[in-house]
């Protein structure tokens, strides 16, 4: 008796939007409603003495509940397609499949903690995947997700029907995830050109006549459309260690521009700015070194995209190669450079990924 109402106040639990839709919309539902009625009718009259009765009215009763359901979701979605889509993400919450993936991470790193404590180790002494799981697990004022901190953590996203809906990243459909990468990358990448421009004009002040050409020559192609190569990056490695170019010597308004690179707020004064943009930097400095411990021929395919993600790459539409070829470079980059070169790092997510062509569709 205690399971019947239960599973059927369930159900109209779930109908409860549609009892104040249309009339129209709760005239399709009640012949559903009332063979939920039936059932649990028919159940009362009949003893359930054996647990076999007991698992076939349960099934029978959430036949009926998933039939009310879809029917439910057919109206929705046909008479208000924007609320659907706002309903149908904020259903998946309840997805037993993205909670329990979720306590399985939380558990994964409360054990990598534990073995830190107990071998008194340092982030930076981690295996890349320990390491990487740590970043994603801690938020530092993402302004929204992707990187993949982000992910973890509710982001606010624009869905398609141009409502806002708050996710974490264990419950975006694959076709979720891709929409809400693209539209992060695009939040991001329309810093890009502000950060190569300040850049160009931050050169002007350099006193020493070679270096400054060498470095508005690159920012000239990079704004030209061409990809810089590696050499033309390390020739000018020099210039972002001891000048006007090191981060906390940057104008506010480039260092802005470099925090929405990483995803970071750029709403707060210059000093946190400046010390939270070299915090992340390092940060990524000392995953690629982990990473590179590891080889880039252990990642998985959903491992490498994230990695170049991470690194200023949209790797969304790109096949497995190109993301390889492009994380090959940028590891020979960040592993070259000292911890006084981080500003060089940084303005490499811009100057390596702005012109990084995507394939011809």
């Known amino acids: 008796m205690a399971l019947s109402r239960a599973a059927a106040r369930g159900a109209l639990w779930r109908l409860g939007p549609a009892a104040l839709g249309p009339h ?30 007991s698992r076939a009215f349960v099934a029978a009763v959430a036949a009926v509940a998933r039939r009310v359901n879809a029917r439910y979701e057919r109206y929705l979605e046909r008479s208000f397609p924007r609320f659907y889509v706002l309903y149908s993400t904020f259903t998946s919450v309840l997805c037993p499949t993205g909670i329990q993936a979720l306590f399985l991470e939380m558990k994964e790193i409360g054990r990598i903690r534990f073995r830190m404590s107990q071998q008194r180790l340092k982030v930076q002494q981690l295996p890349y995947r320990d390491m990487e799981r740590l970043r994603q697990a801690v938020p530092q004022g993402r302004t929204q997700g ?50 190569v421009q300040s850049l160009a004009l931050a050169a002007q002040s350099l006193p020493e006549p070679q270096p400054r050409e060498l470095l508005q020559q690159l920012c000239s192609q990079v704004q030209g459309g061409a990809r810089p190569r590696l050499a033309q990056l390390l020739a000018v490695r020099s210039l972002f260690s001891g000048s006007p170019l090191v981060l906390n010597r940057l104008q506010v308004d480039h260092v802005r521009a470099l925090s ?15 010390h939270r ?4 930097i390092l940060e990524i400095r000392h995953l690629d070194r982990a990473l590179l411990r590891l080889g880039l021929g252990q990642l998985s395919e959903e491992e490498l995209r994230a990695a170049c993600y991470l690194r200023g790459l949209n790797s969304t539409h ?18 070259e450079l000292q911890a006084s070169e981080a500003s060089l790092l940084a303005h490499s997510m811009v100057l390596l990924s702005l012109n990084y062509s995507w394939p011809s569709e």
């Open 318 to 335: 790109l096949g497995q190669g190109e993301c390889r070829a492009w994380l090959e470079q940028w590891l020979q980059l960040s592993c």
């Open 277 to 280: 943009l070299l915090s992340h």
């Open 24 to 53: 129209r919309g709760r005239m399709e539902l009640l012949p559903a409603l009332g063979a939920l009625r039936c059932q649990v009718c028919r159940s009362q009259e009949r003893p359930l003495s054996s647990r076999a009765t």
């Open 260 to 274: 929405q690179v990483l995803f970071l707020t750029p709403h707060l004064p210059a000093v946190l700015l400046r």
């Open 146 to 195: 992707h990187s993949h901190r982000d992910h973890r953590h509710p982001t606010l996203c624009q869905l398609p029907g141009h409502r806002p809906d708050l996710l974490i990243r264990y419950f975006w459909t694959p076709q979720q995830q891709l929409e809400f990468l693209d539209v992060y990358d695009s939040i991001r990448r329309d810093s890009y050109p502000d950060v």
